[in-house]
């Protein structure tokens, strides 16, 4: 089928999909990106959602393979920020327009950990009610699986939205890139009990993983829909040198323009197959290319997420190599975002929760 009957179609299939996601030469990947600009300013509009992202622990009790905090590596500076440094970037954001804030952190599934983002929750949305803040600020969740009653418990203490991504929807490559004690199917259990704990559910892959073929990349997207996520950040597959990974480098730069190109095309994909849901330009993308976020929402994004970590442990977060900003203030992190969405045109949403109309259209 030709390019042209398959973007005027009104729903695209797995197929399609597949067919898209081949694309290589510039004219034919130029109209899918306008087919998913045009349908994002249809079902989202024009509007870019800043998410402030605090990542308040690198302190994970999990080893997935590619990451670079994961708990076996040596490496790095272990930290936990205090309540009150936590509580500052969030006053910070508040104050300077953002409507929401993303708490991030490695997996830990004890009390400790869960109360203390219990009371930073409730600490956080009862100081930053305001005028132009009725509710204070949204909060986004990002801290791995959890039990049900966890789940609950946090969000009941405040936070609504929750990130969870499955990486990779195929179920052998999962287990390639995880050690036996983290499986799929709990994976998969963890994303229907957040939506069964009331959030707003967001999931996503890594484009690029070894192994990983434009079928399981289409088949991702599948999962998306079935799953019925209401947010979506999917960024490419980099390498951190402390990984098993590392002895793939020469090999992994070759591709990096082909894993870049994949990445913008999944989030065109994603906007012309789901349409109405949240999807973010992630910082990954600037990490393979200077101008990757700004491209992000060229194909189709509408979230952005500008790192608020207080910049002495910045460094010590780095999930994969050459992650931008780390050595910047928020404040630098703001100008530099404000620029980089005003430099494409696009309106910012300040004081705006902006959550997905795909999940506003069921309640
Ligand atoms: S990807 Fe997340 S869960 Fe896995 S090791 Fe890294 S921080 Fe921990």
């Not at 870019?48 to 994970?60: A, K």
């Not at 980099?238 to 913008?264: A, G, N």
């Not at 190599?321 to 050595?327: A, E, F, Q």
């Not at 530099?336 to 795909?358: F, L, M, V």
Request: charged share 25%.
């Amino acid at each position: 089928m030709n390019l042209n009957n398959i973007l005027n179609k009104e729903k695209i299939n797995k197929d399609d999909i597949c067919i898209l996601l081949n694309l290589k030469d510039y004219e034919s990947i130029e109209k899918v990106r306008l087919k998913a600009y045009n349908l994002m300013l249809k079902y989202v509009g024009e509007k870019v959602y800043l998410r402030g992202l605090i990542e308040f622990s690198n302190i994970c009790v999990n080893d997935c393979f590619y990451c670079g905090i994961r708990k076996s590596n040596n490496n790095i500076k272990r930290y936990t920020l205090t309540n009150e440094e936590i509580l500052e970037s969030a006053l910070w954001a508040a104050e300077n327009g953002y409507g929401s804030i993303v708490l991030q952190s490695g997996e830990r599934n004890d009390e400790q950990f869960i109360n203390k983002l219990v009371d930073i929750i409730k600490e956080i949305k009862d100081k930053t009610i305001s005028d132009t803040l009725p509710n204070g600020l949204g909060i986004t969740l990002c801290i791995g699986e959890q039990s049900y009653k966890t789940y609950r418990k946090l969000f009941e203490a405040g936070a609504h939205r929750y990130l969870l991504r499955i990486e990779t929807t195929n179920p052998e490559l999962f287990k390639k890139i995880h050690p036996p004690k983290q499986t799929y199917e709990r994976r998969v259990e963890c994303l229907h009990l957040i939506k069964e704990a009331g959030f707003q559910l967001g999931t996503g892959v890594m484009i690029g993983i070894p192994g990983q073929t434009i079928e399981d990349l289409a088949n991702d997207l599948e999962f998306f829909r079935i799953i019925d996520a209401d947010m979506i950040g999917m960024g490419p597959f980099i390498i951190h040198s402390d990984t098993i990974y590392q002895k793939m480098y020469d090999t992994y730069d070759i591709e990096k323009r082909r894993i870049y190109e994949l990445s913008l095309l999944m989030i065109a994909c994603a906007r012309i197959y789901l349409k109405d849901v949240n999807i973010a330009s992630t910082t990954a993308l600037q990490a393979m290319y200077p101008v990757g976020r700004e491209m992000g929402l060229l194909f189709g994004a509408n979230v952005i997420m500008p790192l608020l970590t207080p910049t002495y442990v910045r460094s010590q977060y780095q999930l994969y190599n050459g992650k931008p900003c780390i050595d910047e203030f928020s404040s630098e992190c703001y100008d530099c975002i404000i620029n980089r969405i005003k430099s494409i045109n696009r309106p910012i949403a300040y004081n705006e929760w902006g959550d997905s109309p795909h999940f506003n259209k069921k309640r």
